[in-house]
């Protein structure tokens, strides 16, 4: 069992380049007809088939070739459809019942999405003989049926709420769904170098260490994107490629909280700032002395000043995450910290050493627009 004490939300932070075209806000790409969008990433990843990754960078690629049953929408964080267009639960929460989207065509002509990519999507995650990262995750699930070719049940071996979060486009997760058609032709090696999707985007090359270029997918079943494409550069120095926004170089790149307050008010560039699903949170491990005394744990939370570290770590891009992995809203749960319960909590506590200080990244994903 593990406490999580504290969490810190951040804000994404994207420095943007002014051009005629806006380069950047939630769910879709989007700009003027006839553009391409270069986007400065660390690097260029390890894979792009989704069971075989778990990096921001491939997350940013993928997010824009693969398409999940359900998807989180960037501004208000509710979830709606995407390759389902409904879903039921039966009364004991076990099974999951999604309808399917028809007409959707899977990228380079390997035909029509049905039930039969969502089985083999989660069969291929659970068989431990892929190693699939999202092992876990898919392991709740004992089967996936097809009663036709638009029904996918999910059987899943105990109630779990949580399981919605396995089947959306938001890391980490289950939830992109890969062709089992393509799979079955191109096998791992050939998937790695065209991954086969039925997002808005589809692979065009892969330069490792260099760049990756997605163009627009001229069969996707929703709004066609109006940039035409977007390639990925690799820029390992986050400073670097903020100077390449600025020089004009690229026109967007991810930053941390110290980089976009350098850059607020440089003419030229856009700092947007949006809220994110990603935690810095101080995770202990409740089974191991002196954490398995809640008054330490107690103590520990009431200790920790998170307006000001906020401030001076965020530098202002971020929200206290009071109730534990809980958003904002969730008041009814949320504490203050009082200084006369601190001291309580510390009197009965003692000192606690060893703390370890862990970073979760789960980030929305598709928020060029």
Not at 114 to 129: G, I, M, R, S, Y
Not at 339 to 354: I, S
Request: with cysteine.
């Amino acid at each position: 069992m593990r406490g999580r004490p504290s969490t810190l939300l951040r804000c994404a932070v994207l420095l943007v380049l002014i051009l005629s075209v806006s380069a950047a806000a939630p769910s879709r790409p989007a700009g003027a007809a006839g553009t391409t969008l270069v986007y400065a990433l660390i690097s260029t990843g390890t894979s792009k088939i989704p069971a075989f990754t778990t990096t921001g960078e491939d997350t940013e690629v993928m997010a824009q070739i693969y398409d999940a049953l359900l998807q989180v929408d960037a501004k208000s964080w509710k979830i709606g459809p995407d390759l389902a267009t409904a879903y039921t639960t039966s009364p004991d929460g076990k099974t999951w019942t999604f309808t399917l989207r028809k007409g959707v065509k899977w990228q380079q002509g390997y035909g029509e999405f049905t039930c039969a990519d969502v089985q083999f999507t989660w069969d291929f995650n659970k068989d431990p003989v892929n190693r699939s990262f999202w092992q876990t995750q898919a392991s709740i699930v004992d089967s996936v049926t097809c009663p036709d070719p638009y029904t996918a049940v999910f059987h899943l071996s105990a109630p779990f709420q949580g399981f919605i979060w396995n089947v959306v486009n938001v890391e980490p997760s289950t939830g992109w769904v890969m062709s089992k058609a393509a799979w079955d032709k191109l096998g791992r090696a050939g998937y790695e170098k065209t991954p086969i999707g039925t997002g808005p985007y589809m692979m065009k090359s892969v330069t490792p260490n260099q760049e990756v270029a997605i163009v627009r997918n001229p069969d996707y079943w929703g709004p066609h994107p109006a940039i035409d494409e977007i390639d990925f550069k690799a820029i390992a120095d986050s400073q670097t490629a903020a100077l390449a926004v600025k020089t004009g170089a690229v026109d967007i790149t991810s930053s941390d909280p110290i980089i976009a307050t350098q850059y607020q008010n440089t003419p030229g560039v856009t700092v947007i700032a949006k809220q994110a699903l990603r935690i810095d949170y101080l995770e202990l491990n409740a089974t191991v002395k002196p954490f398995d005394n809640v008054k330490v744990r107690e103590a520990m939370r009431y200790a920790i000043d998170y307006p000001g570290l906020i401030s001076t770590v965020l530098r202002g891009f971020g929200t206290p995450g009071y109730a534990g992995l809980l958003l904002p809203e969730h008041d009814r749960v949320r504490r203050v910290r009082q200084p006369a319960e601190h001291l309580r909590c510390r009197q009965g506590a003692g000192t606690a050493q060893g703390v370890r200080r862990r970073a979760a990244d789960q980030r929305v994903l598709r928020y060029l627009q």
